[in-house]
């Protein structure tokens, strides 16, 4: 089986709304870029996940040795969730209040005129 190796991803292409009745120039790129958000952050919730479940694992194999041997597992883990939204993949915003607060998206708050 193939593993992924960690390679890095470019920013996916996003469409943002456009005029002031919150219509977006492209409506379909526009769903795209909220269907590839969606993706994303699932991704990035899995993937603690799993990063998790090698801390817990590794602990309860190592038992009282735990605090030696279960660094590197420990390490991934913490460097992963301290990141903003777990290492997510973000568009290039040209509105930035929109990657602090995803749900202005839908709103049509963070608009751009």
Do not use: W
Request: net charge positive; charged share 35%.
């Amino acid at each position: 089986p193939r593993v992924f190796q960690g390679e890095k991803q470019k920013p996916y292409p996003h469409e943002e709304r456009g005029s002031e009745r919150g219509r977006a120039k492209d409506p379909v790129r526009f769903l795209q870029g909220i269907y590839q958000r969606a993706r994303e952050r699932q991704i990035a919730y899995e993937t603690v996940r799993i990063l998790r479940k090698r801390v817990i694992e590794c602990y309860r194999r190592e038992g009282v040795n735990h605090y030696d041997l279960c660094k590197g597992p420990v390490e991934e883990f913490y460097n992963v969730i301290i990141q903003n939204d777990h290492g997510q993949l973000h568009p290039k915003y040209e509105n930035l209040e929109l990657r602090t607060n995803p749900s202005n998206l839908l709103s049509g708050k963070g608009e751009t005129k």
